[in-house]
């Protein structure tokens, strides 16, 4: 009865030392390492292998190493097999960071100040209060409700958009498409934290933007996806965008001469949001194998009709 991980290979590593220290009796491998795969119970994957079932014909559950799931064919999997998201905790920590770093950086006109530092440019922008800066949360699940906690302690007017209605102090809560138009109407800095799927692919467009407010900024942390690039470039070009810091793009990596890398008003990360932390993952993965094992419901068992 084996566990397999295949995924990045150097934290595959890292796995392989926490799996020794609190679970030593099992025997973990990394890909392409392989035990006999009738053994193979777990699998930890990103992308996992093309024919999941008839290779582990004795497959328990399988772990996205990663909070989403859209890099998933759920037809791959087979129907009686879980499929569980990650949830350990410094994903979310992590992204708490992220976003609190990306919206005081366009609510602080970094983009500008950095263009200007390349131009040797030394001129002042006027500050505008955090009180009349509108920040707005697309997604309220673990990471969106994270993310607007932290926020709260700048004094930014919070708001958030969600498919199923939520109740979060001090923030503003809007609901599915009857909501979106208010929401974006009271918006200035967007931050979109959905996951991807049918119903989400390309919902940040040329339609979008123009409900936002004049001169609106985005952050995108959700995937690349989710984002209609020609769209962004238009909407900066005319000003209806001002800046935007984006952690995703499609494909990943962004091709070379793509228009985002040396865009002025636009700030690019490589998908570093957050990261899997190794330990708290296999604790992570330990627990839901136990839960599993006793019959009991499984935390960031994903829901594939819904497809997240
Ligand atoms: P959750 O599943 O906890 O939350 C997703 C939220 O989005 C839910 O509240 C859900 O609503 C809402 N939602 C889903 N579909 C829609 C829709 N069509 N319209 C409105 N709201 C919708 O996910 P997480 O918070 O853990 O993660 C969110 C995403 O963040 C991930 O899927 C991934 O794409 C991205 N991510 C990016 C990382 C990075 O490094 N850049 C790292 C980790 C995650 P409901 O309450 O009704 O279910």
Known sequence: MSFLYKANPVRGAEWARHFAALAPDVPFHVWPDQPDPASVRHLATWVPPDDIAGTFPNLELVFSVGAGVDQFDFTKVPAHVPLVRMLEPHIAESMVEYVSLAVLALHRDLPRFLDQQRREVWKEIQITAAARRRVGVMGLGQLGQGVLERLKVFGFPLAGWNRSPRRIAGVDCYTGAEGLAAFLARTDILVCLL??????????????????????????????GHLVQDDLLAALDGGQIAAAMLDVAEPEPLP???????????????????????ETAVRFVLDTIARHRRGEPLPGLVDRARGY
């Open 195 to 224: 996951p991807l799927t049918p119903e989400t692919r390309g919902i940040l467009n040329a339609s979008l933007f123009a409900a936002l407010p004049a001169g609106a900024m985005l952050v995108n942390v959700g995937r690349g």
């Open 256 to 278: 070379a001469g793509h228009p985002f890398w040396r865009h002025e008003k636009i700030i690019l990360t490589p998908h570093i949001a957050s990261m899997t932390h190794p």
